[in-house]
């Protein structure tokens, strides 16, 4: 070989040699499955089974020494965790990635996956985890400004600069994870900002905003309502037909005027701003994203709770203007789970839950999540913040979901799974699965096989898988089922009840619960104290 043309093939070695690995085909990803959606990690279906982290905690390694062994002994298989611009890029163009190499080697170390909270423009609405350089640089890096003129702690997203230094510290972090993280596949997906929203207005009064308010509203979102016209949630739709569906024209000719009006608008704006990040971070290194919304409470008015998120009454907007969002999630918060989760499934968007109150009845509603609504994730928020953690309710409901990922993996798609909540004034759950019409009620509700009625009731919850028609397995706690053939003049028997567990995958069988568990055949009960799997088999006569 030439001399030249030998030192030009070990140029080329040595430059494909530096570059990162290569991500692999296996990269985690969201496919559509019959129905439903599902996260794909390394290939195989995959539930979240999460805590997230209080906000401070993953700034410290060293706090987080003591707390992966508990997040482990929760049976969780996945920690979210915030990445903070400020620590990532504390000087302009310099970038430290040692907070995030730490969380990568000690998931691993537990045997746990990550999803990433990019705490970037915003967090909760504020700009509080903006690195010091933009928060000391009024002129360059301007804020939103109330009614009144008055800025707040929020970055404008009418400003090109602000977005161009969020999403160049997003970039660089993207690009990293690829680097050290392309093949591990570590972290399976990332949450772009945090609880977007606008306060204590519903719209921001800075000068580009104000210019922008008057111009026309853009092609896109006017493409988008007529293309979805007949699809579009019933609020949003509403506020768009009052005026008469017109189809050109500004924000207050095509929406009205009035506060809706004003949040709608910051919704376009706050989700094409966070739609240039979330593109630029998957031309880097294409993992699933999502943002998140701090739920607004019944009766406020926008401006009073952190507005123009995605919220459920402005979704459309979202979706019309951030195509590089995957999923639009809830915190949860507020009271009235079903409600809320019915809101943010609409349209075919996946549940998936990155924080939720950790309180009492929490792991109820995690096995109705994943049983009703076939949600990809679900995670208590500060789940490192209790010295009682060890023997947490949801550390035993994790349990028992790891168990059964593969079997909710496998027939989800089918639509051979359902779950029911069952709190103190809900009604008994009914649905069908296989050949049979299934009643799901609370425990303490049959008093009559209890003895006295429990004061203190604990919300119960559960999920049927059939694998069969006339074969089921049930997990939950506090439920009590029974089971009538959906064919006319039959009745329902019980060949056999038995709980256990999954090692391996396998079944494995324990006690056969045939007599008083079943009381005689009657149905399949699991005490409120109690979490377990049950393997029943059905006949009729």
Request: charged fraction near 20%; charge should be neutral.
């Given at each position: 070989?030439?001399?030249?043309?030998?030192?030009?093939?070990?140029?080329?070695?040595?430059?494909?040699?530096?570059?990162?690995?290569p991500?692999?085909?296996?990269?985690?990803?969201?496919v559509?499955?019959?129905?439903s959606?599902?996260?794909?990690?390394?290939?195989?279906?995959?539930?979240?089974?999460?805590?997230?982290?209080?906000?401070?905690?993953?700034?410290?390694?060293?706090?987080?020494?003591?707390?992966?062994?508990?997040?482990?002994?929760?049976?969780?298989?996945?920690?979210?965790?915030?990445?903070?611009?400020?620590?990532?890029?504390?000087q302009?163009?310099?970038?430290?990635?040692?907070?995030?190499?730490?969380?990568?080697?000690?998931?691993?170390?537990?045997?746990?996956?990550?999803?990433?909270?990019?705490?970037g423009?915003?967090?909760?609405?504020?700009?509080?985890?903006?690195?010091?350089?933009?928060?000391?640089?009024?002129?360059?890096?301007?804020?939103?400004?109330?009614?009144?003129?008055?800025?707040?702690?929020?970055?404008?997203?009418?400003?090109?600069?602000?977005?161009?230094?969020?999403?160049?510290?997003?970039?660089?972090?993207?690009?990293?994870?690829?680097?050290?993280?392309?093949?591990?596949?570590t972290?399976?997906?990332?949450q772009?900002?945090?609880?977007?929203?606008?306060?204590?207005?519903?719209?921001?009064?800075?000068?580009?905003?104000?210019?922008?308010?008057?111009?026309?509203?853009?092609?896109?979102?006017?493409?988008?309502?007529?293309?979805?016209?007949?699809?579009?949630?019933?609020?949003?739709?509403a506020?768009?037909?009052?005026?008469?569906?017109?189809?050109k024209?500004?924000?207050?000719?095509?929406?009205?005027?009035?506060?809706?009006?004003?949040?709608?608008?910051?919704?376009?704006?706050?989700?094409?701003?966070?739609?240039?990040?979330?593109?630029?971070?998957?031309?880097?290194?294409?993992?699933?994203?999502?943002?998140?919304?701090?739920?607004?409470?019944?009766?406020?008015?926008?401006?009073?709770y952190?507005?123009?998120?995605?919220?459920?009454?402005?979704?459309?907007?979202?979706?019309?203007?951030?195509?590089?969002?995957?999923?639009?999630?809830?915190?949860?918060?507020?009271?009235?789970?079903?409600?809320?989760?019915?809101?943010?499934?609409?349209?075919?968007?996946?549940?998936?839950i990155?924080?939720?109150?950790?309180?009492?009845?929490?792991?109820?509603?995690?096995?109705?999540?994943?049983?009703?609504?076939?949600?990809?994730?679900?995670?208590?928020?500060?789940?490192?913040?209790?010295?009682?953690?060890?023997?947490?309710?949801?550390?035993k409901?994790?349990?028992?979901?790891?168990?059964?990922?593969?079997?909710?993996?496998?027939?989800?798609?089918?639509?051979?799974?359902?779950?029911?909540?069952?709190?103190?004034?809900?009604?008994?759950?009914?649905?069908?699965?296989?050949?049979?019409?299934?009643?799901?009620?609370?425990?303490?509700?049959?008093?009559?096989?209890?003895?006295?009625?429990?004061?203190?009731?604990?919300?119960?919850?559960?999920?049927?898988?059939?694998?069969?028609?006339?074969?089921?397995?049930?997990?939950?706690?506090?439920?009590?089922?029974?089971?009538e053939?959906?064919?006319?003049?039959?009745?329902?028997?019980?060949?056999?009840?038995?709980?256990?567990?999954?090692?391996?995958?396998?079944?494995?069988?324990?006690?056969?619960?045939n007599?008083?568990?079943?009381?005689?055949?009657?149905?399949?009960?699991?005490?409120?104290?109690?979490?377990?799997?049950q393997?029943?088999?059905?006949?009729?006569?």
């Amino acid at each position: 070989m030439q001399p030249k043309l030998f030192l030009l093939f070990l140029l080329l070695a040595l430059a494909f040699g530096a570059r990162a690995q290569p991500v692999d085909g296996s990269l985690p990803r969201l496919v559509k499955t019959g129905p439903s959606t599902q996260l794909l990690v390394d290939g195989k279906p995959y539930f979240v089974l999460g805590g997230e982290l209080g906000n401070s905690a993953a700034s410290s390694t060293a706090y987080m020494q003591p707390v992966w062994p508990k997040l482990k002994a929760l049976h969780l298989n996945t920690v979210i965790a915030p990445v903070y611009w400020e620590l990532l890029e504390p000087q302009e163009g310099k970038f430290d990635f040692t907070l995030v190499d730490d969380l990568l080697r000690d998931a691993r170390r537990h045997q746990l996956k990550l999803v990433l909270l990019w705490f970037g423009s915003w967090k909760n609405s504020m700009s509080c985890y903006a690195p010091a350089w933009v928060k000391t640089d009024l002129k360059r890096f301007p804020r939103v400004e109330d009614d009144k003129g008055v800025p707040q702690e929020i970055m404008t997203p009418f400003e090109p600069r602000n977005l161009e230094a969020d999403k160049k510290a997003f970039v660089q972090l993207l690009q990293h994870l690829r680097a050290a993280d392309g093949q591990q596949h570590t972290v399976i997906t990332v949450q772009v900002e945090n609880e977007i929203g606008m306060l204590p207005t519903a719209r921001s009064y800075d000068a580009r905003a104000n210019a922008a308010f008057k111009q026309p509203v853009p092609a896109p979102l006017l493409t988008y309502l007529q293309r979805e016209k007949k699809n579009l949630k019933p609020e949003f739709a509403a506020i768009w037909q009052r005026q008469g569906a017109k189809t050109k024209g500004t924000w207050e000719e095509i929406f009205g005027k009035g506060l809706a009006t004003d949040e709608i608008f910051m919704a376009w704006h706050f989700a094409a701003y966070t739609n240039a990040i979330a593109a630029a971070g998957k031309a880097a290194y294409p993992l699933p994203m999502y943002v998140n919304a701090a739920l607004n409470r019944p009766g406020w008015l926008p401006g009073r709770y952190p507005s123009a998120g995605p919220l459920p009454h402005v979704m459309d907007v979202w979706l019309a203007a951030s195509p590089a969002i995957d999923i639009l999630a809830p915190d949860f918060y507020n009271p009235d789970f079903k409600h809320w989760c019915d809101l943010y499934t609409r349209g075919g968007n996946p549940l998936f839950i990155p924080e939720i109150r950790f309180e009492d009845g929490v792991a109820a509603k995690a096995f109705y999540a994943f049983g009703h609504y076939n949600c990809l994730s679900f995670s208590p928020f500060a789940i490192e913040g209790s010295d009682t953690l060890k023997g947490a309710p949801i550390g035993k409901a994790y349990e028992l979901l790891q168990q059964m990922s593969p079997l909710l993996g496998r027939y989800q798609p089918k639509g051979q799974v359902q779950g029911f909540l069952l709190q103190k004034d809900s009604a008994a759950s009914v649905f069908t699965l296989g050949d049979y019409r299934f009643t799901a009620r609370h425990e303490y509700t049959l008093g009559w096989s209890l003895g006295a009625k429990k004061p203190d009731w604990t919300p119960g919850g559960g999920l049927v898988v059939a694998v069969a028609s006339d074969e089921f397995y049930v997990v939950g706690t506090g439920l009590v089922l029974t089971a009538e053939p959906t064919a006319a003049g039959k009745r329902a028997g019980y060949l056999s009840v038995d709980e256990g567990i999954f090692e391996g995958g396998k079944w494995v069988p324990g006690r056969r619960l045939n007599g008083d568990q079943d009381h005689q055949g009657r149905h399949v009960r699991v005490p409120g104290d109690e979490y377990s799997i049950q393997h029943v088999k059905l006949y009729t006569y």
